[in-house]
């Protein structure tokens, strides 16, 4: 019996011997490993300046920029200019709301991403991006040190803005009453009101329902946080202060701007509550039921689509820069005082990952597509808003008035923290909760007086913090 | 003579009442699909433009889009992948099922009561908060961008399903095994030549739910396919723009059509059950 | 295995100490080859893999990771799935290691029995007949292992550790004992939620497999009628149903009742104010619009299973029964329904089961909303839908593992006991 019983523990000696031996070994490798990494620098090391030969990167793009065209000629024009080298860049053929947290670690995911910048600075933090050499950057001297803030950490540059994202006022420019000259020029500035001031908007939106029951002014999903937060910007609002710990969702006159969005919705109607008017407001403004919406420049070619199908003319859809509020907060008084609309904005742009294996050939990659010439052209294509100072000047309109506000500080650009994904939903149920409020029977309206403004936006705000921090 | 003249107004009742029932639950089932089918067709491609449920001009040019327009979408790849992952998923799964369900109902082995509990239990844990390990682990084993990824996952995760097809084989006689038995007839021969030609409805059963599982899975597909040209076609529907209704209906009914066609051709079976003659025999 | 140790002869005890040597001894040289060959991929596994997949279960790497230098360092969370793969084959080299010492002492008894080695034809023919049911258990039994169990094992030893938040790859993950579920219980917010949300998950599961079943079982009995014809064509509308995917039929259905869908139009048409049948108001019409969605998709595959089950019924009884004189509702009470209650118990607490944990219809329907009164979530959310928002949203993975785990023990026990005093568990030979 002992003899047996040694045989089994002999057995059982030998497969624990084993793992112990070679577990214990592979673990010696490791950290032979780590001493011989090298210190960490503002850029990554990677950046040689020498390209590497005979490589295929491949490139996440938006799918808009692959549907229009686009994408198609920057990377033939990028494939003919780097033919000699043997760089190939390639569509990527992926999801272009991808993680790279994800997908990157297991070599699943692409060299260059296009995203925007809260996206692409998420991947910082693992260092899942490369840190860009600033002198090897071509447009570093074009693009506006407000763009490349986005893209600032840990003193290193992560990215390089393309187009900026922020939102603009897309009208029908043959609705403007003949006479706004004389009725709706109060300033003579030879721009009609309703394009300037968010009380005159709100003034002629109400003049049209009286008019006409089933024609609307200036729609919106008010619920959508990234364009509602704008109007508690404008008062003193913000997101996150020095840290996550500190969030500002109703500090300064914020329930000012809680009410402005109210007022709003009271000359819409029930679909500003929810996601409605985002999904028909390109068809309806193309028929003619919609005098305004507000959205991002990147959804331009949806619109002249929409025009298309409707046969309006393209000529009758205008775009221009959110109109301004009024100081005291109130749509339908005289008229008083107008600040400035602080929206929120991002920027979208090209970053190098980690997990590539020709940050080289990536890098000029990069650079040839944030070029004067692509930039250009990705304009006139797409209808975005070029990071870069001389495309923008070039392309003048929409893009130069952009431009201006980001250098104004009026566009708050999204926070590029991870704890930003905590914000919407809170923020998205308060301001659906606003917008539903015209509509609620008289005895159960919330939102009546300026004090229930401001305690829907501080529980909206612990909300976040929750969200946030009780678990961390 | 008087007793049927008495009865016939009871039956035609009922068969009225009977009738009224399905054609209103068929109109229930038939709407939201009508709904999607002539959304579909809708002539301007966006679903608000619609007055009521319908939409006001029709036309074929949704569909044209899905089978051209494949630069961006291609519908056609994704529909191949899917019918590949479906089709293949459903033989696998169903053999597995069927297999477990007829030992678990059959066989008195030491752990099988445990064995029962064990896979009750598993069946509650939210099955989401695995995916992030099967990723992880589809990640090790070199199978994610692949499609015999998720055919394995598919078909190993089947026989968790095992007990609508173990009630079933519960119910049939264990007198028809015991004759085959005497006979000097194998287990294996039992299964295969006995049970399985007397479970036609449950084989029907399962390898239709075994098929629409992967065929409209989201979920799975879009965490382990990440290269556009594998995607399935729910994971690819799902990407399609938010103006893009018409072409996004399309799309689903062609998802439909196969189910309906399968269920068309295999419907007799699912019914064929055991006659009375059979049990008794 | 234990009489193995005490009357083994020499045979059994060199496969003890290798496996395959004792089979070959007795000249069974396809058995022992076959195990000699496990051995073999046993010994090369844990060499070249298993070792160091163990050792990096307990010590969840050192070396962090900065791909930006090409460094490749340790991912905890990969070595913490790697090494719980590994403790499987580990276990699966166990199972066959005894197995291996089993058949030698087998061989050893019928040799004192005066009986031949059994041979390996005999054997495999053996694995299709009273072995049945190991080998025809086998393949599904791996797999479940390594996609069910094993995925299940990760997540509740997640709970354990203090991965998510910052603490994501390339951080290093570490082992923390009980400290994520100390965090939940001192978290003052959390047990009203809970309650809460377990309260309408539980009505909500309960309602929801009570219609669907007692409506597809109904639509199934409705068919069988004699006097319905053209069954296939009728039950052709439900499967229309059935074929139409899940996520588009919730996509579908939230736009039908959102503020700009056709219902709403009918409304404002007709003169009426729109209705907000999913909004941030509508708690008790979205549970409700909730139940009716959820009953359209799955009644149809309930009533397909409740037809396959209906065939299998012995008409006899009921042609019996009918002679006897009992009226249609007796008959449905006193065979029809115990008969297919029995057949789909177990269906029925599957039902139960996926209705408990159905994560789709209120995320597709209403999701992106947290109600006030609600930690981190709204009226409708289900606790499937929650742990959702507090572990995949937000990152937590291992306090969304430790309230899962907690919500796992309540609902498993439940289930469980339910199961254990069902009929069809307990009497399972009742139709046989």
Known sequence: MLKRAAAIGLHAILIIGLIGFFGFRGNISRSEAAESSIAASAYSPRFTGELEHGVTIRVLENDTAIQQGYFEELIDAFNAAYAEQGIKAVDANMDQYLDLENDGPYGYGPDVLYQANDVLMKYVDGNHILALPPDALEAWEQIPASAWEAYQAQGGIYGVPVNIQAPVLYYRSDMIPDNWRDEWDGDKNGVPDMLESWGAMYRFSRGIREGNPAAYGYMKSLWDPYFALGYLFSYGGYIFGEDTYDIGLSAGDAAIGAGVIRQLASVMNEDCIDDTVTKNGYAKLASGEYFAVMTTPDVYTLFTKEFNLAGTPVDNLGVAAVPALPADGDLSGPGAELIPFKVMGGVNGYAVSSYTKAPNACLAFVNFASGYDMMLRRNALLGIVPARADAASEAGGLSEMVNKKLADNEIVIMPSVRALAQVWTPAGTLFSDIAKDPYRPQGEMKYTEAAAFQEGLEKAGQQIYDAIHTLQ | MTKKLRIKPAATADAVITYTVLIAVSFLFLFPCLWLVLASFSGSGSIYSFSGFFPGSFSLSSFGALFTDTAMYNYPKWFMNTLFIAVMSCIIGSVLVLLTAYVMSRFKFKGRKALMRGTLVLGMYPSFMGMIAVYLLMTQFGMVNTHWGLILIYSAGAPMGYMVQKGFFDTIPYAVDEAARIDGASSLTVFLRINLPLSLPIIVYTSLSAFTWPWSDFILPKLLLKQKDLYTVAVGLMSLGETEFARFAAGSVFIGVPIVILYFCLSKFLVSGLTAGAVKG | ?432
């Open chain 3, 1 to 432: 295995m234990l009489s193995a140790i005490k009357h083994g002869n020499r045979k059994v005890l060199l496969s003890m100490f290798l496996m395959g040597l004792g089979q070959l001894l007795y000249g069974q040289i396809a058995k022992g080859i076959i195990f000699l060959l496990i051995q073999a991929m046993g010994l090369w596994f844990f060499i070249g893999f298993g070792a160091k997949a163990i050792y990096g279960f307990f010590s969840l790497g050192a070396l962090v990771a900065d791909p930006s230098v090409g460094l490749a360092g340790d991912n905890s969370v990969v070595m913490l799935i790697t090494g719980i793969f590994a403790f499987i084959m580990l276990g699966l080299y166990i199972a066959c290691y005894i197995s291996n010492v089993k058949g030698a002492y087998n061989t050893q008894l019928r040799e004192g029995c005066g009986l031949p080695p059994a041979r390996f034809i005999t054997e495999l023919k053996d694995m299709a007949d009273g072995g049945f049911h190991k080998s025809a258990l086998f393949l599904p039994v791996i797999g479940v292992c390594v996609f069910n169990i094993l995925p299940i094992v990760y997540m509740i030893l997640i709970a354990f550790t203090d991965y998510g938040g910052d603490i994501v790859p390339p951080a290093l993950v570490s082992w923390t004992g009980l400290s994520s579920f100390a965090r939940i219980i001192s978290l003052g917010q959390f047990a009203p939620t809970f309650s809460k949300i377990l309260q309408w998950n539980a009505l909500w599961a309960i309602m929801s497999t009570a219609i669907n079943y007692m409506c597809g079982l109904g639509l199934a009995l409705l068919l069988n009628k004699p006097c319905v014809k053209g069954k296939t064509f009728w039950r052709a509308f439900p499967v229309l149903a059935y074929a139409v995917p899940g996520f588009i039929t919730l996509i579908g259905f939230k736009f039908m009742f959102s503020y700009g869908g056709p219902i709403n139009q009918m409304i404002t048409e007709a003169g009426g104010r729109a209705v907000g049948f999913l909004d941030l108001d509508a708690k008790w019409t979205a549970r409700l619009i909730g139940l009716l969605v959820n009953a359209w998709i799955a009644i149809p595959s309930s009533m397909l299973l409740a037809t396959g089950i209906l065939s299998n019924m012995d008409n006899s009884l009921y042609e019996s029964a009918t002679i006897d004189g009992a009226g249609a509702w007796k008959r449905f009470k006193s065979i029809t329904l115990p008969f297919v209650l029995f057949a789909t118990m177990p269906v029925l607490i599957t039902q139960f089961i996926g209705n408990f944990n159905n994560f789709g219809i209120f995320y597709f329907l209403r999701g992106g909303l947290y109600i006030d009164g609600y930690f981190l979530a709204s009226d409708t959310d289900l606790l499937i839908n929650w742990l959702y928002n507090l572990s995949i949203d937000n990152n937590y993975y291992s306090i969304g593992a430790a309230i899962s785990l907690i919500i796992f023990a309540i609902t498993s026990a439940v289930a469980l006991a339910v199961y254990m005093l069902s009929p069809s568990y307990r009497q399972e030979e009742m139709f046989k």
